[in-house]
């Protein structure tokens, strides 16, 4: 059984901040990256942010400096802290989940709206 559960998602204004939080449950498989893309109405899914088993980290261009991806490996979660955030945010936000073994696997998703 594989389990990809996102929750901090909602509503917040412009400048504001949210957490959206991921946990990832492998029944036989270890975990070597998570992240966070998002899609917009409308437009591509694109990469947020990830990061690996070892700590490594990668930002897209539009959120550095204003988000930040961690990691609690013993408990398979990864969180996105989202600050200064913009109208141009507003998506739904999809963590993933790559195993060691190459397999994919994707949480349905939470909304983050931004506006006044």
């Known amino acids: 059984q594989v389990q990809v559960v996102e929750s901090g998602g909602g509503l917040v204004q412009p400048g504001g901040s949210l957490r959206l939080s991921c946990a990832a449950s492998l029944s036989t498989f270890s975990i070597y990256a998570m992240g966070w893309y998002r899609q917009a109405s409308g437009k591509q899914r694109e990469l947020v942010a990830a990061?690996?088993?070892?700590?490594?980290?990668h930002y897209a261009d539009f959120v550095k400096g204003r988000f930040a991806i961690s990691r609690d490996s013993a408990k398979n979660t990864v969180e996105l802290q989202m600050n200064s955030l913009k109208p141009e945010d507003t998506a739904v936000y999809l963590c993933?989940?790559?195993?060691?073994?190459?397999?994919?696997?994707w949480g349905q998703g939470t909304q983050v709206t931004v506006s006044s």
């Open positions: 993933y989940v790559v195993s060691d073994r190459a397999y994919l696997y």
């Open positions: 990061i690996t088993s070892g700590g490594s980290t």
